[in-house]
């Protein structure tokens, strides 16, 4: 490898913007002083303290969790069906198809969710938890059947050939072969979904009456000087929080890969 | 297997159906009632008919009543020698109010594209071609995971940073640049530039990456042998071959920088609307369903229209190699 000094030293400036405003987090979570203010003050987990006893921020945390779970739940199981059905079979219709559940990476988020909004309040749905996860899955949906269909791709057609011409079931062959080799796909496209659910903030803003929801009782909160502290420690766990779950799908991403007998190509996206 | 196409095509329909079923009701019908409304007659929260295109002729209304079509078509008044074109231009567009939220959300998407995609290629370049091998998911990893941090909270840490005696303004002050608060977060279009400039980053590294990754080595050992200097090589063979990495960038950060909700409403008291804010007032404050329907779909249409140039250039780029 070349030396760059110049290039290195650029992509570590770069890198230092990039988390500038992140570094805070953690360096005012456990400052005693009640304004976001250099020089620091002292150490303390008051402001911890402060954001367990919220109650309104508990029930947020707790509905973000029930939206998160589902969405990744139901838009995996949707991305499993999609990716599996483009991958391995031609159909008609399948390129406006997929085009259509792709769509949603193209469109700006906001015309999703007044599109549905309108049509929601048209027919006379109430907006609830509910309707924040339909909307949601819309827009995780295309992640999930990314990240399966190359799941999918990696697969050796000639194992499940091989399971055919030994007598199993279409079902059976998915089940024993198919699905456990896609299985780290699985899991990554859920954990990202997972992610995406738990910070989206249009969907559940717009689409979930003012419930709260942790994405949207966050960007209330932070108008409030006297609750910043408290929003700097708790997104100090959340960062934490994404960072390991993050870890995880990596892990998975990667244990797929060499499963499969492929060469790593670096990143989720 | 398989035996006949017929059988496969099926099969693979009838495995798709559940997502398929899902999007058509739940996306493409929503998108299909917002066309319909907005070329509906409707007041407050309902529509009717007739069928009419004044929702889309209202999109150019101006201030006081006007229209930008009059405004244009009238020409440029001859008695006042101060008035310029431009100026003559400028002052059409700035009064017709949803065209100018439509150029204005462009334009600063356009900006914050432009500037993302040029600070983050050098930095995709530096990992592709002067890191290790197996240090480059480290490197990655570690230019991804600010992403993977809640928006909100990076936005809104930004207005902590940025806004009316934050950090940034104690900092000044306290070093005597400055005795008065700068809040920088209040001067509207930069600030709504830098910090969506900021978030959308790491979106911009990758697709370059990867492009630049699939650049054949040996092309750039055969430019240098043959005596071009290594500045020359970069122009002629590496840039040329990582644009479709550098569009499908551009892509990614235009298509939801153009629609941000959030930064408006935070940046300058959320006086500088933009696409989604506006959308919200028409359809959710107002409940004009129609007018909102039709500007939602203009702002579709202009988003589709930049998003198919940025495609098609791609295509000239590659053209252009053979």
Same mark, same amino acid.
């Not at chain 1, 456990?30 to 250099?38: D, E, I, L, P, T």
């Not at chain 2, 790491?202 to 590294?205: G, K, N």
């Not at chain 2, 959710?284 to 409940?287: G, N, S």
């Given at each position: 490898m070349k030396r760059a000094p110049l290039l290195k030293s650029y992509t570590i400036f770069y890198l230092v913007f990039l988390y500038a405003p992140i570094v805070l987090l953690p360096i005012f979570a #456990?400052?005693?002083?009640?304004?976001?203010? #250099?020089p620091l003050q002292g150490f303390t987990l008051d402001w911890f303290r402060e954001m367990l006893s919220d109650q309104n921020l508990r029930t947020a945390a707790k509905n973000s969790l029930i939206i998160a779970l589902s969405v990744a739940t139901l838009s995996t199981v949707l991305g499993i069906f999609a990716a599996r059905a483009s991958v391995r079979y031609r159909f008609p219709g399948k390129v406006p198809l997929m085009g259509l559940i792709m769509l949603p990476l193209v469109l700006p988020e906001m015309i999703v969710a007044m599109a549905l909004l309108v049509v929601l309040l048209s027919i006379g749905v109430p907006l609830s938890l509910f309707t924040v996860i339909i909307g949601q899955v819309l827009i995780t949906t295309p992640f999930a059947v990314a990240i399966l269909t190359s799941a999918f791709q990696s697969l050796d057609k000639s194992l499940e050939e091989a399971a055919m011409d030994l007598g199993e079931t279409a079902w059976g062959t998915f089940r024993l072969i198919i699905l456990p080799l896609v299985m780290p796909g699985i899991l990554a496209s859920f954990l990202i979904c997972f992610t995406i659910s738990f910070d989206e903030f249009i969907i559940s803003n717009f689409l979930g009456s003012g419930q709260p929801i942790l994405s949207v009782y966050i960007f209330g909160q932070f108008r409030f000087p006297a609750k910043v502290p408290s929003m700097l420690a708790l997104g100090t766990v959340l960062v934490c929080m994404s960072i390991i779950l993050l870890g995880f799908a990596e892990y998975f991403r990667r244990r797929g890969i060499a499963k499969a007998g492929g060469k790593d190509s670096g990143g989720f996206l | 297997m398989a035996a006949t196409p017929g059988s496969e095509a099926r099969t693979g329909l009838k495995l798709i159906s559940p997502t398929a079923i899902y999007v058509i009701l739940l996306l493409a019908v929503p998108l299909a009632t917002v066309l319909i409304y907005s070329v509906m007659t409707g007041g407050r929260g309902n529509v009717s008919f007739p069928v009419t295109g004044e929702n889309y002729y209202s999109l150019l209304n101006t201030k006081g009543g006007g229209n930008l079509i009059d405004y244009f078509a009238k020409g440029m008044p001859g008695e006042d020698p101060d008035l310029t074109f431009l100026k003559w231009i400028w002052n059409g567009l700035s009064n017709a109010v949803y065209v100018f939220v439509l150029l204005k959300s462009l334009m600063i998407a356009l900006a914050v594209t432009l500037i993302t995609v040029l600070l983050a290629y050098p930095v995709a370049y530096f990992v592709s071609f002067h890191v290790k091998p197996d240090r480059k998911s480290l490197w990655l990893f570690l230019i991804t995971i600010p992403f993977w941090t809640s928006y909100i909270i990076r936005v809104s840490l930004w207005f902590v940073i940025l806004g009316y005696d934050g950090l940034l303004d104690k900092l000044l002050m306290s070093l005597g640049i400055t005795n008065t608060q700068l809040n920088f977060s209040s001067y509207g279009v930069p600030a709504i530039i830098f910090i969506l400039a900021h978030a959308y980053a790491?979106?911009?590294?990758l697709p370059i990456f990867v492009s630049l990754e699939k650049v054949d080595r040996s092309l750039l050992e055969a430019g240098q042998d043959l005596g071009e200097s290594r500045w020359i090589t970069f122009l002629r063979v590496t840039l040329p071959l990582s644009m479709p990495g550098v569009i499908a960038a551009s892509l990614i950060v235009f298509i939801p920088t153009v629609g941000d909700y959030v930064t408006p409403r935070l940046v300058g008291d959320g006086k500088q609307p933009l696409i989604a804010n506006f959308i919200e007032t028409q359809l959710?404050?107002?409940?004009d369903f129609p007018q909102g329907s039709a500007f939602a779909v203009a702002s579709m249409l202009m988003v589709g229209i930049v998003s198919v140039g940025f495609v098609l250039l791609n295509r000239r780029f590659i053209r252009g190699q053979k």
């Open positions: #456990f400052n005693s002083g009640k304004v976001v203010a #250099f | 790491p979106f911009a590294v959710l404050k107002l409940q």
